[in-house]
C-alpha cells in the first residue's frame, strides 16, 4: 500500500516490510540474505529504552555479531541530547543526531558517509511516523521493532494510532 502525501514527489508508506519484537531478534543471516551492508539504528525505545545511558548485554552481544558478519552498523536518531554519542562510543560505531525523521534527511546523511545505496540498507526503529516514514522516503528498507518500553502515556497513545500500520506489512 502506498499512501500519498498529497504531493507527487512525496509518495510513502507507513507499512513496515517486517517486524520483529525486538531489535536483537534481526538476525545477520537474514541481513545477508536480504542483501543489507548498512544497518541504521535508531535510538528511543529501538536499542535503549528513554533515558538510560547504559546499554543491555543482549544488544551489545547482538551489534557484535551483526559487525562480525560483516554488515556496518549506524545511529541515526532524533534525539537531540548525549545518548547516540554515548552509544555510538559503546558500540564503536558512527552516528548522526537531531536527524529530523520524518525528514529522510539523516539517513541519506548516513547512507552518504558509509557510501551505501538505498537498496543496500535498511533502518530498524520503533516507530511508524518518524521511522517508517523516513525509511520509505528514504528508499530504504524498514524493519520495525516493537518499543521496549512506554515510559509515557503519550508513548501510549501514539502506539495505538499506529496499530493499523503495525499490523500490515508492506509487500514489495
Ligand atoms: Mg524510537
Not at 536480504?34 to 546499554?55: H, Q, S
Amino acid at each position: 500500500m502506498i499512501l500519498c502525501a498529497g504531493c507527487k514527489d512525496m509518495r510513502f508508506s507507513l507499512l513496515p516490510e517486517r517486524k520483529f519484537d525486538s531489535v536483537t531478534d534481526i538476525e545477520p543471516e537474514l541481513l545477508r540474505a536480504m542483501g543489507v551492508e548498512l544497518l541504521i539504528l535508531d535510538v528511543d525505545n529501538t536499542i535503549a529504552p528513554y533515558k538510560t545511558l547504559t546499554l543491555e548485554k543482549r544488544v551489545t552481544d547482538w551489534a557484535a555479531r551483526v559487525k562480525d558478519a560483516g554488515i556496518g552498523l549506524f545511529i541515526v536518531s532524533n534525539n537531540k541530547g548525549e545518548r547516540p554519542e554515548v552509544f555510538a562510543s559503546l558500540l564503536d560505531i558512527p552516528f548522526l543526531k537531531r536527524a529530523g525523521k520524518p525528514s529522510p534527511r539523516g539517513v541519506r546523511r548516513a547512507l552518504e558517509l558509509s557510501g551505501t545505496p538505498p537498496e543496500r540498507a535498511a533502518l530498524a526503529g520503533d516507530q511508524i511516523y518518524t521511522d517508517t516514514v523516513a525509511a520509505s522516503l528514504a528508499g530504504v528498507h524498514m524493519l520495525l521493532v516493537e518499543p521496549i518500553r512506554f515510559t509515557n502515556i503519550f508513548l501510549a497513545i501514539r502506539y495505538f494510532f499506529e496499530l493499523p500500520f503495525r499490523r500490515e506489512r508492506k509487500h514489495n
